[in-house]
């Protein structure tokens, strides 16, 4: 059973920095892509990056230039740097992990900015 862990969320003021990550574990596969998402409460779910195997990346326009989403493909691990955060970044940041057509989603890590 794959089981993805997030760590790195908290509270930070706007402007400032957090990074965030996720390791996969019970996968004797590489899982691809990987990525995040986020929700904001009252709204849906979205993609705010995600990143292939091969390194090719995608972004959400609202984060593009601020965040970088980077892998260690060989632990199954990704990570999202988060800078120039903004009050609107604020929200439950979910690890998202695919291996052909299985989806795979972590419980979510709280990221808080203030203004």
């Known amino acids: 059973q794959v089981q993805l862990l997030e760590s790195g969320g908290g509270l930070v003021q706007a402007g400032g920095s957090l990074r965030l990550s996720c390791v996969a574990s019970?996968?004797?596969?590489?899982?691809?892509?990987m990525g995040w998402y986020r929700q904001a409460p009252g709204k849906q779910r979205e993609l705010v990056a995600t990143?292939?195997?091969?390194?090719?990346?995608n972004y959400a326009d609202s984060v593009k230039g601020r965040f970088t989403i980077s892998a260690e493909n060989a632990k199954n691990t990704v990570y999202l740097q988060m800078n120039s955060l903004k009050p609107e970044d604020t929200a439950v940041y979910y690890c998202?992990?695919?291996?052909?057509?299985?989806?795979?989603w972590g419980q979510g890590t709280q990221v808080t900015v203030s203004p």
């Open positions: 998202n992990a695919r291996f052909l057509d299985q989806e795979y």
């Open positions: 019970g996968s004797r596969f590489r899982l691809n892509p």
């Open positions: 990143i292939t195997l091969t390194g090719s990346t």
